[in-house]
T-cell receptor, first 110, second 114 residues
Framework: DAKTTQPPSMDCAEGRAANLPCNHS???????VYWYRQIHSQGPQYIIH???NNETNEMASLIITEDRKSSTLILPHATLRDTAVYYC???????????FGTGTSLTVIP | ETGVTQSPTHLIKTRGQQVTLRCSSQ?????VSWYQQALGQGPQFIFQ???????GRGNFPPRFSGLQFPNYSSELNVNALELDDSALYLC?????????????FGPGTRLLVL
């Protein structure tokens, strides 16, 4: 069962930062937060993941609150190609299963 | 390095039939997970195979079964197809080796049951 809560949809102007929130208030101490995105029913694409510290890669930044109960995915300069459904996932510590919620549908507006 | 591939891309079956979907894992990966994604929903975990053994299962009936082969490719079999089995079936491969493991998804097989 999904352990995350995300807003169903968001808009962002092209070129601006997109900030996608996620609540995971029941997360355990050794469970990682992962972010994936899915463009038009293609396979989900890995974006980033983290445990406690903030993380950054070439695609995005992940900000995790100190109590780990929420996180924010930041796309620094959104483009039209970033329009997708974004999934925040807490990977269950027993085994490697990912439990997806319904995600946030991000629309980047020209 | 080759990515995750799945076959076929699309499939149409009738109720009661059986179907086999195939997945080739990314080079160097020994774990394959299968997901079902109904229209408008997030992917739902079906099961995972690690080194040819089932390594976890979601809330799916026994008519959903799988195999993993020595080269780590995998099959998903569904018997007695029902209309609600119509979905996008995704497989993901990973290198099982710890809690930082990341799953990489294939493009999916879209199954339509009539």
């Amino acid at each position: 069962d999904a352990k995350t809560t995300q807003p169903p949809s968001m808009d962002c102007a092209e070129g601006r930062a997109a900030n996608l929130p996620c609540n995971h208030s029941t997360i355990s101490g050794n469970e990682y937060v992962y972010w994936y995105r899915q463009i038009h029913s293609q396979g989900p694409q890995y974006i980033i993941h983290g445990l406690k510290n903030n993380e950054t890669n070439e695609m995005a930044s992940l900000i995790i609150t100190e109590d780990r109960k929420s996180s924010t995915l930041i796309l620094p300069h959104a483009t039209l190609r970033d329009t997708a459904v974004y999934y925040c996932i807490v990977r269950v510590s027993t085994g490697n299963q990912f439990y997806f919620g319904t995600g946030t549908s991000l629309t980047v507006i020209p | 390095e080759t990515g995750v591939t799945q076959s076929p891309t699309h499939l149409i079956k009738t109720r009661g039939q059986q179907v086999t979907l195939r997945c080739s894992s990314q080079s160097g990966h020994n774990t394959v997970s299968w997901y079902q994604q109904a229209l408008g929903q997030g992917p739902q975990f079906i099961f995972q195979y690690y080194r040819e053994e089932e390594n976890g299962r979601g809330n799916f009936p026994p008519r959903f079964s799988g195999l993993q082969f020595p080269n780590y490719s995998s099959e998903l079999n569904v018997n007695a197809l029902e209309l609600d089995d119509s979905a996008l079936y995704l497989c993901a491969s990973s290198d099982s080796g710890g809690e930082r493991e990341t799953q990489y998804f294939g493009p999916g097989t879209r199954l339509l049951v009539l």
